[in-house]
């Protein structure tokens, strides 16, 4: 069906490679998005910013956790810090894809940014993936002092799959007893195993997500142990499942217009509203699922000035 994009991202999509549009093939996906982002990433400056790759301690069952951390040079002092979730589908996404937003964000605002390499789907299916952005989150909170994080300013962020994530990383926080999330940023989240809304019943052919990919992207994160839409689905895999969102931290969640996760991320928004949760929801027209990468057009820009915005409120910085 035809839809009514932007006209400045019409003229972005044709460099977007065919393998892209999939994940069908987990390899060339993860291939093809790979060379993507590398020549995204060729062109970032990456001046103020040190940046740390280590590994740290996973859950019992799996090796230990990739992690990258950005600080701001010449940092001496206490800043909030955030755990940034990458998206992808479960199925693809690496440290280096998120290079540019993490620059970004730590260097825009001041922050400490700690970027997870959780294990991907289908190799690794729920709750491995999960788990590792949980031992992120712990492991952060445990090192704030090293690190130069404000422990009660520390904050999670994803988009996609990864706001799905950052949503399931908050509920369990939650239900453990800590550690404290200050703040959940859930970009474009993907949150719901079921696809029964109306933009997911919809939107079967529109650019980077559609029907057919989240289809596959929850057969592989959810493996052999559960089926999408079946009644035991646990809500920690799929968030809009829980029944109960409160006491969850305030919430901000961005959708776009035409993205088969658009009605998910409104619902789950409403939900924490009715359930006491201070949240702002913000959808986007003309805009298709990952349009954002194109930063340079007007929407994505007004796009990334709220995103700044809600995140110097959240963090309590300082314009």
Do not use: K
């Not at 979730?85 to 199925?91: A, D, P, Q, S």
Request: proline fraction near 8%; glycine fraction near 8%.
């Amino acid at each position: 069906m035809s839809y009514n994009y932007d006209p400045e991202l019409v003229a972005l999509l044709e460099f977007l490679p065919d393998a892209a549009l999939t994940i069908s093939d987990p390899e060339n996906a993860r291939a093809s998005f790979g060379e993507l982002m590398g020549q995204f990433n060729a062109e970032l400056d990456r001046s103020g910013v040190n940046i740390v790759d280590r590994n740290i301690s996973g859950p019992s069952e799996a090796p230990d956790v990739a992690i990258r951390i950005y600080s701001p040079e010449g940092l001496n002092h206490s800043v909030p810090g955030i755990l940034h979730i990458h998206g992808g589908g479960f199925v693809i996404g690496t440290l280096d894809s998120e290079l540019g937003s993490c620059l970004t964000l730590c260097r825009n605002l001041g922050v400490v940014v700690v970027s997870v390499d959780y294990r991907l789907a289908p190799e690794n299916p729920y709750p491995g993936p999960l788990e590792d952005c949980f031992a992120a989150l712990s492991w952060t909170n445990e090192n704030s002092a090293e690190l130069n994080i404000d422990p009660e300013r520390l904050a999670v962020f994803g988009a996609s799959a990864g706001g799905g994530l950052s949503a399931a990383t908050a509920l369990l926080a939650r239900d453990r007893g800590g550690p404290p999330i200050c703040f959940q940023y859930l970009g474009i989240p993907e949150v719901d195993d079921r696809l029964q809304t109306p933009s997911m019943q919809r939107f079967v052919d529109t650019p980077m997500w559609n029907r057919p990919n989240a289809e596959l992207s929850w057969d592989f994160y959810l493996g052999d142990q559960f089926q999408r839409g079946a009644n035991d689905v646990p809500y920690y895999a799929a968030p809009a499942r829980a029944q109960d969102l409160s006491g969850l931290p305030p919430a901000y969640i961005s959708t776009m217009e035409f993205d088969p996760l658009r009605d998910e991320g409104v619902e789950y928004a409403l939900r924490l509203m009715q359930a006491g949760v201070a949240t702002e929801l913000h959808s986007f027209p003309g805009t298709f699922h990952g349009s954002s990468m194109f930063a340079h057009s007007q929407i994505s820009q007004r796009e990334s000035t709220e995103m700044f915005a809600v995140l110097r409120r959240a963090l309590s910085i300082d314009a």
